[in-house]
């Protein structure tokens, strides 16, 4: 089983991406973009895991009650990795808040007694909203990319966060939620 923590989008801030992301989907179609209902925030890749360390995964979580309060996201901008012309993963920016960081701490902590590793790469927290595998002349998406840079696209509120199960079929990937734990109030 395939698993990973993220944030699920309220439904509203999806739209409003996906409305910001179409000029995009016009010019560069060879991408495979991401579809509404998989548009979420990854905290932690876990990976391949057995379900048992899954549903020990799922209680930690649960019963940790970490200390961080809701609090609002805030998505700007586009981008791409690498930073070049060679584009694979087209994202949304999301905003510094030190409450998402703590998170993202107090799960990589938590986990760390399971046997899941430290990830080595700094936390850069985007929305995963295309990948691309082949060449092309990107030449116009990196024009309209300078323009809506910057761009605000959407605010929601983070009152949990979400144990995902990730399927990967030949139509894309299918997300599930096998738990979801509720911010608390310090």
Partial sequence: MRIFTGIQLAEEARDKIVKELD???RIAPSIRWTGKDNIHLTLKF????EPGLAARIAAALAAARM??????????GFGTFP???DLHIFWAGVEEDP?????FNAIETLLLPLGVARDPRPFHPHLTLGRNKSRADFRALFG???EKKDLFLAEC????FQL???ELTPAGPVYSILKEIPLVES
């Avoid at 876990?46 to 895991?49: H, K, L, P, R």
């Fill in 46 to 49: 876990v990976g391949e895991v």
């Fill in 157 to 160: 509120p983070v009152v949990a």
């Fill in 164 to 166: 995902f199960r990730s």
């Fill in 23 to 25: 000029p995009f989907k």
């Fill in 99 to 103: 409450r998402l960081l703590s998170l």
């Fill in 83 to 85: 930073e070049a012309d």
């Fill in 144 to 146: 309209l990319l300078g």
């Fill in 67 to 76: 200390q961080v309060p809701p609090f609002r996201l805030r998505f700007s």
